[in-house]
């Protein structure tokens, strides 16, 4: 990818986020919302993505159709990552 495309890629998805990321964190075990690049199979890929952040993955068939997630909005790809809960240390 070059720098033109992969700067279109960054803008793109910062005003993907900027438009859906309320409704995105509104959805259930959803707790972030990043910019990113894709992980695959433990691999980080040069392809920018929507990173939402969720407590646990599960399967789309255990989620109400309201929290499932697309594979891509506004024209962006998703990247489901689980990073558990977050609390503050003291």
């Not at 964190?25 to 690049?37: A, M, P, Q, R």
């Amino acid at each position: 990818m070059n720098a033109t495309n992969e700067l279109t890629a960054f803008e793109n998805a910062r005003l993907a986020k900027e438009k859906y990321g309320t409704e995105l964190l509104e959805k259930n075990n959803v707790i972030g919302i990043g910019i990113g690049l894709r992980q695959k199979d433990g691999e980080i890929t040069e392809e920018v993505v929507l990173v939402v952040m969720v407590r646990q993955k599960v399967s789309s068939s255990a989620l109400s159709p309201e929290d499932q997630l697309p594979q891509e909005i506004g024209g962006v790809p998703i990247d489901v990552q689980e990073i558990g809960e977050i609390r503050a240390n003291h």
